[in-house]
């Protein structure tokens, strides 16, 4: 099964060591590469939350938005958005990075990640499926966005699910 046709779930607790290394489970480890040593992509997400994606699906998402800002720039449809254009430059240049995991589902977080995640070595985050890809979360981030947005779990299954 390729990576875009898995679908990764389930909320597990991580420590992070003193090296910021982090095991991921097996289980959705399995879900972001075709094999062992497979580069995969970073994302800065929201503060306090990183997103672990498959490489290649990654580099396609973001490839099909930037020629699609590259052609409206081209055709002059952001004139007057400078300053758009200049934060989604900026936004972009920042916001992702490869890395490796190890064939013990180990990866490590890089500098600049670990800021933005705001997790300590020897500390505990939360590792969670996103049926798409691997988001890691700071437990108390995790905490504050289920209390948000569990209640709409119910309205958001039916419509997605009918």
Partial sequence: MSA???????EFTRTVDDRWRLSLPPELADGLCESDDEECMLVKERLGALSLWNAKLWREKIERGIEVVKSKMQARRLEGRLADVQQ?????????????????????????????????????????????????????AWRNYLKRRMPQFGPLFEELSA
């Fill in 4 to 10: 875009s046709e898995r679908f990764l779930v389930g």
């Fill in 88 to 140: 989604f430059g900026r936004l972009l240049s920042s916001r992702y990075g490869n890395v490796r995991m190890d064939g013990r589902f180990r990866l490590v977080i890089p500098e600049g990640f670990r800021e933005f995640l705001g997790v300590e070595p020897n500390s505990e985050l939360v590792v969670v499926g996103a049926a798409v890809c691997v988001e890691l979360w700071h437990p108390r």
